[in-house]
């Protein structure tokens, strides 16, 4: 089927202006009432809604072609004008056409020699290089204008002044003459074919004077429908409301021309018909007033409906909506598979996958039919062989129309379990924001998730809403299948190695299980490997005295492959100036050895998301992705069972420092405030000494902020040394579960210097920040140091800083959304064409050659090994140890 | 060089040895050139690996040090017999050093090299991109997403305290704009070997790049009405540090021509023809702004000790003017001014300066993103031979294609040019393929081949 479809393409597509002959030859109906419908609400005849122009009232047969509203096409009308009128579009091109050829003879104003130098390098451009061929047109141009004789007819050539938008002034030596529209077009008439195409234009496509208009071609009334309101009123379209005003000014100006009006008047009338056709086209154009609508609101005609971001390229052409798509929010599920979504019941019923009823699947499409639209796995919809639609909605008796079907017929059943659909959360900032995943039709009204696939997406759980499509072709279902599913994704392209993985709890759950104090009893392991979904033996226990114990280490070990080796330093490692490695006494380098977890605990670094060369990264490279999906999907439970069974809070007498420490920290602070004091009395005694390119002011400003910020960092220091190894938010900075020691110290300790625009807080009343302060007070305090931490709770001062300081993160991030937004868009536009071809060369869409071979050594960054090409370490070693044994 | 002729103060005996490093400079630029052009036409080796191998930061480095710091070594066994297996396979050369540098200590038998040849090989196969990829979007996704992390704080300290230069989210921005000047224009200078290791020395060499302006050197300058004439104050202190006499001062502004000039105490009077206020005005900038010694552009310049050698980082840029100054050296000069590059040194320089530059910006906002992405689009800005802008005045305005044009931005002019010149769109791209419904030609779409069923299934 597809094959055939695709025998049907679009090859290319040729851009023109329409001549008028062309114009009245495509038209349907001469236009020549303003008037849209009468009292009866009926089509005027030869009105701007006569029923030839097209249907789009349903049921309405069009009185051209006969098709119904979906068939129709619409038809193209005209208006005569009755005078001519300069296309706003081409009127700078005219102006330089005018320029560029003799008034007298039509003829362009270069010599016969240069005109056939030209000839041959346009003839030559045109073959080889089409992008200059505008830029010799130019050339062209410009030097014929500069002719002031008629090297043919030896006419001389006035100067010409063109006024925007449309206006052509001559001047003469009697003075300025303005040049009416059928001057232009008759000057323009006269042109010859080669000297149009030397000029760059194609004859046979562009005539100049067609950019006189003529005739005015009308678009069918779907392009511009009109609209009933529900009190019963019309309301049309603004193309028709311009429309409107161009036929009522022309039939005006044919009258006036007609009764013999003076030409003062007409030429009145003229240029107000030229107003609104230049409106009509653009009314943005610059240099005249916008058309308004009654209430005073511009009209939105024909350039400003192509425009822009929700113009009909950006937001209709660029990008579509589609069908078989569904929106909800999102929440998160950890027990299903990473690869999977769960989709609400309603959604399945509402979504549907075309089934072909083959001698396999009849029996079970028949069950689906019975079902019908309302019972979930069912069916909404059977297409006949002859594409008839039968909605299973309304059949009474629907074991009938299942007994009916037979092979050949085509089903629209709901979504089921293991169908491909694809989830996608906007931003769409790279390839892993539309990913397959497999449907779990599930309960409740909310797209489920795994917490794995969070980073890709970029999403949380506090409303986030997530779009889903279903695929409706074989081929597009295996694509998808093949090549976006979950697991295929692990690895992102931006730096070749996992972007999914661990996260939060996970890491927290991992770290608690791995750690050299966790033991097991039989009960608890079996009770967590069975929450993780393993199947098998219990290994032989660790401790087998007084009773049988297991290790935490051991359950976490039973799902590497075996023969998985692999040994780093943990997230928790203190990056000790010599490395003890396996000794170290934070166990905090990891082993494994033969799919074992030897020494070391799980944390950040061997299973965390965005975390290259870890654990989980080694894992996917050497095994594959279905390895890694499913160590993901069944390891990553075990954390959590372990987490869930241990429990992890976090409560407000934990963020406490006891009194000395807290003794510390005012000490440690006061010490950095007296530094302050001295730097500020060799400033005031003019003995500071200034740091090059800088002002003394700035020297010290930048010496107080030196000191604050060691201070702060002290006092982080003193917290770290006296906070419990127990503490939760301390266990969570450390294994990079979630927060920082910064944050923890902002919590116990001292929330430190806030700033502005990267620098203390100046801003606020004359020489001080606050009335609280003196003027000229160059102190900690008064600009903007909190003393306090968060547990101590903020004094109304600090909290004002801190707020000052919090308000300019908020603007940032604004900013910045846009502005990366912005320069992506840039990116993606300018890039998007260029491929790798099938000799490796990457090329961008005319065949020119970016690269000849793709970044230098061809190796797919997605497929590389963190950007390298090949692991040359672990293959020396595999084939070491292989020699060795 | 338009400068030339207000230098002319200075001896003969400097313009001539300027002149002569500034041929020096050039031929060596000339050799480098050639140098890489052999390199590319020597085999199916990868165009420049070298080069870039340099610009990746310390992962590649590692690797990379102990060839340049051995004069080569005579080859070890494992060498030789890597030569010679090495020869049967086109590996890419990074891997060929990494190969070699794995494994220079290790006692292995032929055998066991040509094991790990092979499979090395095999595995450098299976990460081979395949034809059809969307390198390009691919590449334009991963230099953009990590955008929405970045910073937008614009200024940070670059090495040096005192210079500031524009770095994260705006300075990115800046490179793919292709702007002619940054918005902090710097170079880093180093020095050659006679100056580098002495501070009096490395300070001669600041004395002849700095600009220094009269205004820098200037305590006041006043108009006296009476006389109508400027009487400049000259800090004779600061006069002296900079290495300048009040005569030469006065001098210099004599070939402004706009007056007498003498000298009084320490101030110059300069007694203008005209009194017009709105001239007078005029020349009192003309007058502060006069260049009385060392390079247009650079504002300012600071010593730096880096390892045993100063360092010079300056606050502005003039890359073909500072090539010429006796003292540095010419082969690790640098800019941030990539259109500058562009200009002096060729567009494969430019090239890498942007992927330098850029990936720069993203190593230092703790940024992971893969060199080849930033390569692409240097490539891309670059190929044609001069220095295109992404975007509507560069690749994105120059494409072939007018609804890819006309969707992008200022779609009525594109439209109607179109209409004009009777343009024909091939519809090759993916936006305008995307606009009429069809399949876009990229990865599975860039199959043209069709098997031809027979209608009745067979």
Redesign the interface.
Known sequence: MSFYELVKSIKSIRFGILSPEEIRKMSVVNIVTADTYDEDGIPIEAGLMDRRLGTIEPGQKCQTCGNRVRQCPGHFGHIELARPVVHPGFAKLVYSLLKATCWNCGRLLLTNEDVDKYTILMDRYRRKWPQLRLRLADRVIRRASKNTECPHCGEHQYKLKFEKPTTYYEEHKEGTVKLAPNEIRSRLERITDSDVKLIGLDPQIARPEWMVLTVLPVPPSAVRPSITLESGIRSEDDLTHKLVDIIRINERLKDNIDAGAPQLIIEDLWELLQYHVTTYFDNETSGIPPARHRSGRPLRTLAQRLKGKEGRFRSNLSGKRVDFSARTVISPDPIIRINEVGVPIEIAKLLTIPERINSYNIEQVRRLIENGPDIHPGANYIIRPDGRRIDLRFPKDRKAVADAVSIGYIVERHLKDGDIVLFNRQPSLHRMSIMAHKVRVLPYKTFRLNLCVCPPYNADFDGDEMNLHVPQSEESRAEAGVLMLVQEQILSPRYGGPIMGGIQDYISGAYMLTRKETILTREDASQLLARAGYSGELPPPEINEPKELWTGKQLASLFFPSGFNYSLKSNVCLKCPSCKKEDCENDAYVVIRDGKLIKGVIDKKSIGAGQPESVLHRLIKDYGTDVGRDYIDKAFKLFLAYIDSRGLTIGLDEEELPAEAKREVLEAIRQAESKISELIDTYKQGFLERLAGRTLEETLETKIMQELEEARELAGEIAGRYLKETNTALLMARTGARGSFMNLAHMVACVGQQSVRGERIIRGYMNRTLPHFKPGDLGAEAHGFVYSSYKDRLNPIEFFFHAMGGREGLVDTAVRTSQSGYMQRRLINALQDVRVEYDLTVRGTDGSIIQFKYGEDGVDPAKSDHGKAVNVEKIIERVVKAGGG | MSEEPSEKAETKEETETETETKAKAKAKAKAKASASTKAKSEGKK????KE?GKEEPS?EAEPAQPLSDQPSPPKSRNEEILDSLLAKYSL?E??VV??KD??AG?D??A??LS??VE??NS??I???????????????????????Q????T?HYAGV???NVTLG?PR??EI?DARRTPSTPTMTLYLDEEHRVSLEKAKEVVARIERIAVENIAKSIEYDMINSSFIVEIDAEVAEDKCLDLDFIAKSIEKLKVGKVSVEGNSIIISPETTAPEKIKRLRERILDLRLKGIKGIK?V?IQKEDNEYVLYT?GSNLAQVLGVKGIDTTRIYTNNISEIAEVLGIEAARNAIIREAFQVLDQQGL??????V???A??MT?TGKIRQ???H???G???????R???EV??KH??D???????????????N??????V????G?VEL????SKDGS
């Open positions: 990868p165009k420049k690996a870039t992962k890419p990074s891997l990494q190969l794995k494994t290790l292995l038998t055998d066991q094991r790990i499979e090395t595995a450098y299976k990460a081979l991109i395949e034809p059809g990829e969307a390198a390009g979007t691919v590449a334009a996704q991963s230099v953009g997403e990590p955008g929405t970045m910073t937008l704080r200024f305290r005192e210079l989210l990115l921005i793919v300012r600071v606050d992971d993103v893969d060199i080849r992405h390569i692409l689009v490539d891309l190929s992404i975007g509507r560069g690749v994105s120059e494409k072939s294609s007018v609804l890819a006309a969707a992008f779609t009525v439209l109607l179109a209409a004009a010149h009777g343009e024909e769109d091939a519809l090759e791209g993916v936006t305008e995307v606009i009429v419904g069809q399949p030609p990229l990865g599975t860039i069709f098997m031809r069923f």
